[in-house]
């Protein structure tokens, strides 16, 4: 089979939603990594476009390239060998054509060796971090985070040291290992023992996709049967019933919606915070074997916890109100023949008051949560003094995911709601835009000594550019799906 055939493999066993949006964040990715080289032509420079343009990499191997491992469980199941192998023999040439971009993109800065040695392990663990089980791979997740503060205690290289090349292709090889393992293993689970899995790739089966993000009242239990009993989500339904239309309708939406009784949120919090204190514990256990330290325990709480916490407020900023609008986008989709069931609940009343009552419980806890953050950013800023530029970056990717959550909620209950690639496009836009203002923050410290973030004006005016279109589009996109909204007869009618 010819290279072509086996690259355009990922894009035939993806959804097409999945497509755009990975095909917005890769591509944007390089975009920025090319700009900024060419704007920034010094060592820093160089360091930060080929960051970026390894943050694509993750993405596109976290999301997009494992849906070759349900290509060849179907044919393994299928009893296809060569299929099979044509979806492991991908894998390998798409491995070896993005670590060969890496190289070439990093040649100038640390060389085509160690640029392909960071390019591998990225890859490789961000392909991991969909085929281990959801606690482990949520810790690959921290990996990033938690690397620089991980120096204080152990001997991690830096950037420009000469032993990162080793660590580097060291780790790759390790979780080069894992893959292969976990590979062997999902393609010859049985349909029983897949369903079961907490591996996020066995996610990808159904339509669990950007337009059809919860799947189906089923694919809620299957996610909650995954789950140990003493995590199973314990429901508040005390305030429920015709006097609550609010609860009644968080609790018909189902899934996240669904109110939870204070040890269900308990449980939840814990599924977040449990990784990251163990990693906090491990590196305290190792300063304790380590007499001579030069740093204390609070001083090794304080470096990990904080790239944590800030690694911890860009997942709730941006991953609630993106969640919250594509179950509803998924909910009024003409597949949903549950959405009728809604219109007859007792005690909505009018028109008007239904649709104030659904967005009240379709938008209150993204909206509270990205207030409280946006807060807390304000503050951040004034106890360090930054610039005007960087507290608009801290303060001001909270809401623009507000925006973004009730302008595609908006969109989705309206009667038009966008396609495909353009809802890909803009959440591809706004996950950038997040995640540099998630570095800002992080680099506050440096920001405030005038390092190298606030010393590039170029960067800034494209950063605020970039935002600034995007706060127009978004809008746009809630005055249309709040124009399309009002003139239906009845907020409960699907897409036609």
């Known amino acids: 089979m010819r290279a072509r055939d086996l690259l355009l493999t990922f894009g035939r066993t993806t959804y097409p939603s ?29 360091h930060i476009a080929l960051l970026a343009f390894e943050g694509g990499v993750a993405y596109l191997w976290a999301f997009f390239m494992p849906a070759s491992l349900l290509l060849a469980r179907d044919a393994r199941q299928l009893r296809i060998p060569r299929l099979e192998a044509v979806a492991a023999a991908a894998v390998g ?9 890496g190289a070439a993109l990093g040649k ?26 959801g606690p482990v791979a949520m810790l690959i997740g921290l990996l990033p985070a938690a690397s620089d503060a991980a120096r204080r205690v152990l001997p991690v290289p830096t950037l420009d040291d000469p032993r990162s090349t ?20 999902l393609i010859r689970l049985d349909d029983r023992e897949a369903e079961r899995s907490s591996a996020m ?28 009993g003493w995590l199973q989500p314990e429901a508040n339904l005390r305030r429920t019933g015709p006097a609550h239309p609010v609860a009644s309708l968080r609790v018909a939406l189902g899934g996240g919606f669904v109110p939870q009784t204070l040890r269900g949120l308990c449980r939840r919090g814990l599924t977040m915070a449990g990784p990251m204190l163990v990693f906090i514990a491990a590196m305290m256990l190792i300063l304790a074997t380590k007499p001579d330290a030069t740093v204390s325990s609070l001083g090794v709480i ?33 597949s949903q023949r549950e959405l009728a069931v809604l219109g007859v609940l007792p005690g909505l009343g009018t028109p008007d008051r239904v649709r104030q009552a659904l967005l009240r419980a379709a938008l209150a806890r993204p909206v509270v949560i990205n207030l409280l953050l946006t807060v807390a950013g304000w503050i951040i800023a004034q106890r360090m003094n930054l610039s005007v530029i960087a507290t608009l970056a801290l303060v001001g990717a909270p809401l623009l995911c507000l925006l973004a959550g009730v302008a595609l909620t908006l969109d989705a209950l309206g009667p038009q709601p966008l396609r495909g690639w353009a809802l890909g496009l803009v959440c591809s836009a706004l996950t950038i835009v997040v995640l540099i203002s998630t570095i800002t923050g992080m680099l506050a410290s440096q920001l405030r000594q005038g390092g190298p ?5 170029a960067l800034w005016s494209i950063y605020l550019a970039v935002a600034l279109a995007l706060t127009t589009v978004l809008g746009w996109i809630a005055a249309r799906g709040a124009r399309g909204m009002a003139r239906q007869p009845h907020p409960f009618l699907a897409h036609g």
């Open 108 to 133: 100038a800065t640390l060389g085509e060796t160690s640029a392909a040695a960071l390019t591998a392990l990225v890859l490789a663990s961000g392909f991991a971090f969909s085929l281990l089980p």
């Open 302 to 334: 304080y470096a990990l916890g904080t790239p944590m916490l800030a690694g911890l407020a860009f997942m709730l900023a941006l991953g609630l109100p993106l969640v919250s609008a594509l179950t509803v986008r998924q909910r009024w989709s003409t």
């Open 93 to 101: 040439l798409a491995a070896l054509a993005t670590v060969g971009i």
């Open 453 to 457: 973030w606030a010393g590039s004006p």
């Open 166 to 185: 080793i660590w580097w292709a060291v780790a790759a090889a390790g979780f080069g290992v894992i893959c292969a393992i976990r590979w062997h293993g």
């Open 201 to 228: 790739v066995m996610r990808l089966r159904g339509k669990n996709a950007t337009g059809h993000w919860a799947g189906s009242g089923a694919g809620v239990r299957t996610v909650d049967r995954r789950r140990p």
């Open 18 to 46: 999945v497509r755009w949006l990975v095909g917005g964040v890769f591509p944007l990715g390089v975009a920025v990594a090319i700009v900024v080289r060419l704007l920034w032509p010094g060592a820093k420079g160089g």
